[in-house]
């Protein structure tokens, strides 16, 4: 059984686990499948928007397929959410990445 078809089966299990929507998302993401994985991120954006997690991996898929404003945009809501939760290594991560795309003249944090 391949880890898709077991992370299927996990998920019909208990569908509202955020663990394993996060896991379908990069799984696919692996695969090439750009566009379950985007599917499966904003089903998690939806389901747990205090996933920190979500945030840098979602931004990502945006850069890679040249959305640099949903992804700029992420990385800022990500950025909110970590600070709330208090994960200042995320938030820094996060930090990091809108730097490589945003302009400079841009508003920093």
Not at 13 to 32: H, I, N, R, T, V
Not at 48 to 67: A, E, M, N, S, T
């Amino acid at each position: 059984m391949s880890r898709l078809s077991q992370l299927l089966q996990l998920q019909a299990q208990s569908p509202g686990d955020s663990f394993l929507l996060f896991a379908l998302a990069k799984e696919y993401e692996k695969m090439g499948d750009d566009d379950k994985a985007l599917e499966h991120y904003l089903q998690l954006k939806t389901a747990d928007p205090g996933y920190v997690g979500l945030y840098y991996h979602l931004g990502k898929l945006f850069q890679r397929r040249q959305d640099l404003d949903n992804a700029i945009s992420i990385y800022k809501t990500g950025m909110d959410v970590a600070k709330q939760a208090g994960d200042m290594h995320a938030y820094s991560e996060l930090a990091g990445a809108k730097l490589e795309i945003a302009d400079e003249d841009e508003e920093e944090f």
